[in-house]
């Protein structure tokens, strides 16, 4: 029991130190200053909710916190004198910094205790190129369980036969991204995707990709850089497909998601006016603090399955009357109908 014990904390610590090596942070800055006199206040505190991230504003009453991971965030705003203002909703992306500027009402104006919602900008000020990103929300909301398609609907992407195209270019010339760590298969394979008939059939011819299949339910965000990206990202001419994880919060949180298509489906038959495929994915995710809130773990597991990766449909061919010119040994003039279709393999398709 104590040798069981003792390999889940290995594991636990090995996990915890992994996040800590790849994790993908973000930054937010900005201004705090009186709402009436535009007076900058130095020394209020900034406050990321749920975290212990913070700073201090400087004489000029700026401020920066570092290393925040991707996410959505609460963040407050506090000073001597002056009412607290709270603003939820703040969005953190992997590498670009959240510009966020708060103007604080003096306690000699009796108001209650302000509360703003962040709206997202249009424009990232700190991206020096065309970056589009894919938040967890936007994954839940999306009808599709293939972390490929996420990339496929971004302006200037196209996905054909399992492959990535960034604005025209090669699928060899995407460089993948996961956690900061290059992912991207050299050698040549399919687009890391959950098999797909052109995935298992141009699995040795296709070029470039990915190395890993991600789950969906992981992933805090996705990102697509058409070019123009930084000197941090290298051996890739068209673009960049960056993953990141989800990290742990200050509460404890899980989920399980299941899905199937063999309900009472056998190989053959129809049942709801559909077949089944033999497809079955469950999803299974836990975050939270681990004994103390400075430490947070997110764990999630996938099992998928499915019967037939190189699914299509076959009514098989009629080729009618066929007669026979006796060079083979058959007799000359004789005729027979001619049809393929599944009974003719073994086993079926």
Known sequence: MKNKVKFLISVLLLLISVQLVFAQY??????????????????????????????????????VILNVPAGTYTVVASYVGYQTVTVSGVQVIAGLT???NFELPSTAIELRAVEVVAERPLIEKSATNAIRVVTSADVEKLPVRDVNVYFALQAGVSLQYGR??????????????????????????????????????????ALGGGLITTIPEALEEISVQAGGYSAEFGGANAGIVQQVFKSGRSKFS?????????????????????????????VVTLGGPLFTERIKFFLAGENNFIRDYIQHFFKGYNFGYLKDNGRRGGTKGDSALVAWNDANIPGGW
């Open 254 to 282: 899980t989920s399980v998601q299941f899905e199937t298509d063999n309900f009472g489906n056998y190989p053959g038959k129809k049942f709801l006016g559909t077949y089944s495929y033999g497809y079955s994915d469950i």
């Open 26 to 63: 973000g930054k937010i800055s900005g201004r705090v200053v009186d709402r009436e006199t535009k007076e900058p206040l130095p020394g209020a505190s900034v406050v990321v909710q749920g975290t212990t991230l913070g700073a201090a504003t400087d004489v000029n009453g700026n401020y």
């Open 164 to 205: 990535l195209y960034i604005r025209g270019s090669r699928s060899d010339e995407v460089g993948y991204m996961i956690e900061g760590a290059s992912v991207t298969n050299i050698l040549g394979a399919a687009t890391g995707a959950r098999g797909g008939a052109f995935a298992a059939r141009d699995r040795y011819r």
């Open 98 to 100: 959240r510009e966020l």
